[in-house]
C-alpha cells in the first residue's frame, strides 16, 4: 500500500500563492495517477485536477483552470499541487490521492492551508 | 455543478444493516459506473471503500456493498459495527470540466 505524505500546514497572505507537496513511500507513485482534491470548512470535497506522471497528461477543473498547476516526478516519487491568486475561499484541507476512483485510492493526510491577511 | 444529495445523518444498532443514498442526475451517476464511496474517521483521511459502483478494494470488508438505480447510488452497510461509526461520502464522474463531483457526506451513528 502506497503512503502518501504531505507538506505541512501553511498560512497565506491574499494575493499570494501556494505549493504543496506529497512524497510516496518507497519513492515511486507506481505509474498511477495522483489527483488533488480539497475540502473548504463546512463544503463539499471539490476535485482540482490531476496528472498521470508516465504520460504527461495533466487535467484541471474548470473552475481551477488558470490558477492551478500540477506536477509530478514517477522516478521520484513526489508530487505538487500550486494554486494561485489565493483568497480566504481557498481557506481548505488539501489533499493528493493516488489511482483516484481504482482499486489502489489512496489518500494524504491532508495539509491545512489558512488564507488571512 | 451541484453536489450529489446525501442525508445528513443515519443510524443503526450493531449487527443491523443501514443503506445511504447518494442521488445525482443524468450527467453523473446516470451515465457512468464510475461512483465511489469514502469512509472517513474524524482526523484522518478518507478511505476507499467501495469503487465502479459495486467493487471493493482489496482489504475492505464484504459488509460493504454498493448499488446503482438510475441516477441514485447507494451504499449498504451490514453487520453494523462499533467503528463503522464515521462519515461516509459519494462521488461520481460527471460529463464536463468538472469531472468529478462529491456527495454532502453522511454522519453514520452507531447506537
Known amino acids: 500500500q502506497v503512503q502518501l505524505v504531505q507538506s505541512g500546514a501553511e498560512v497565506k497572505k491574499p494575493g499570494s500563492s501556494l505549493k504543496v507537496s506529497c512524497k510516496a513511500s518507497?519513492?515511486?507513485?507506481?505509474?498511477?495517477?495522483i489527483t488533488w482534491m480539497r475540502q473548504a470548512p463546512g463544503q463539499v470535497l471539490e476535485w482540482m485536477g490531476r496528472t498521470i506522471p508516465v504520460s504527461g497528461t495533466t487535467d484541471y477543473a474548470q473552475k481551477f483552470q488558470g490558477r492551478v498547476t500540477i506536477i509530478a516526478d514517477d522516478s521520484t516519487g513526489t508530487a505538487y499541487m500550486e494554486l494561485s491568486g489565493l483568497t480566504s475561499e481557498d481557506t481548505a484541507v488539501y489533499y493528493c490521492?493516488?489511482?483516484?476512483?481504482?482499486?489502489?485510492?489512496?489518500w494524504g493526510q491532508g495539509t491545512l492551508v489558512t488564507v488571512s491577511s | 455543478q451541484s453536489a450529489l444529495t446525501q442525508p445528513a445523518s443515519v443510524s443503526g444498532s450493531p449487527g443491523q444493516s443501514i443503506t445511504i443514498s447518494c442521488t445525482g442526475t443524468s450527467s453523473d451517476i446516470g451515465s457512468f459506473n464510475l461512483v465511489s464511496w469514502y469512509q472517513k474517521h474524524p482526523g484522518k483521511a478518507p478511505k476507499l471503500i467501495i469503487y465502479?459502483?459495486?467493487k471493493r478494494p482489496s482489504g475492505v470488508s464484504s459488509r460493504f456493498s454498493g448499488s446503482k438505480s438510475g441516477n441514485t447510488a447507494s451504499l449498504t452497510i451490514s453487520g453494523l459495527q462499533a467503528e463503522d461509526e464515521a462519515e461516509y461520502y459519494c462521488?461520481?464522474?460527471?460529463?464536463?470540466?468538472?469531472?468529478?463531483?462529491f456527495g454532502g457526506g453522511t454522519k453514520l451513528t452507531v447506537l
Open positions: 490521492v493516488t489511482d483516484f476512483g481504482g482499486p489502489k485510492d489512496y
Open positions: 462521488c461520481s464522474f460527471v460529463t464536463g470540466s468538472t469531472f468529478w463531483v
Open positions: 518507497g519513492g515511486t507513485f507506481n505509474r498511477f495517477s
Open positions: 465502479e459502483v459495486i
